[in-house]
């Protein structure tokens, strides 16, 4: 007996769905808090721990779920739209006005998600890092992200060159198997990359609109801890030593 494609289909899509559904909404947030507090803490010169990043995240995961599906909803709108008039358009079978409709939706979709992806570039590691809430992220996103434009597009843009570079090495697999792994390995790369960036910029951020590496300096001799003249991994980037605190 042949295989019944239709039934096949069927049983894949509903595995897939709720898995997709998961990684989404729960799996992917986590991650991306835990990578976020761990990133902090290697850029205080401590050491994480994965049961520690686990429990931190896990008490604030409400705010990182809440923030995912703002975001998610956010990015998702602009494109969703411009589909929905082009599709109005392609069965009124006005093509000349379908063909603009989509030219002109795409760019503006573009804007708009540069926009949303530019004021809440921040929002994460403010809710992981300072334990704030939904609103008090996306206040403290705004804050930090609007004077500094340039350093977030220019981060978008490498963000984009390593997606292409890493995802175009995996889609010229021939195997299915051994492409799905190195999609998977890859994208596990890219956030973990993607990750460590932001942090480095919303340090980068907070030292230069609010002394934030003198306020660690001050938290250190207020502790009575001597200078070691080490330095954490990111110094080199933000130009802060990033003492113990």
């Not at 460590?196 to 250190?220: F, M």
Request: charged share 10%; aromatic share 12%; with cysteine.
């Amino acid at each position: 007996a042949g295989i019944d494609l239709r039934r096949l289909l069927f049983a894949l899509f509903t595995v897939m769905l709720p898995l997709t559904v998961l990684y989404n909404l729960f799996i992917a947030p986590y991650t991306a808090g835990m990578f976020t507090y761990a990133a902090s803490e290697l850029y205080h010169g401590r050491e994480p721990q994965v049961r520690e990043s686990m429990w931190y995240v896990f008490r604030r995961f409400l705010w990182v779920f809440l923030i995912n599906i703002v975001y998610t909803v956010l990015m998702s709108a602009f494109p969703m739209l411009t589909v929905g008039v082009a599709s109005a358009l392609a069965v009124s079978s006005n093509f000349g006005a379908m063909v603009f409709a989509i030219m002109a939706g795409s760019g503006i979709s573009l804007v708009a998600c540069l926009i949303v992806g530019w004021l809440m570039f921040f929002t994460l590691p403010a809710v992981v890092i300072e334990d704030l809430g939904l609103i008090g992220g996306l206040e403290r996103s705004l804050k930090l992200a609007q004077p500094h434009l340039l350093p977030i597009l220019a981060a978008f843009i490498v963000f984009f060159c390593v997606w292409l570079s890493l995802g175009g090495v995996a889609t010229i697999i021939p195997q299915p198997h051994v492409q799905a792994a190195a999609n998977a390995i890859a994208s596990g790369i890219i956030a973990a990359f993607e990750t460590v960036v932001t942090v480095v910029l919303y340090y980068s951020c907070r030292c230069r609109l609010e002394n934030y590496d003198l306020v660690l300096l001050a938290q250190e001799v207020q502790a009575g801890r001597p200078q070691t003249g080490e330095s954490s991994i990111f110094a080199g980037v933000t130009g802060n030593e990033g003492p113990d605190a």
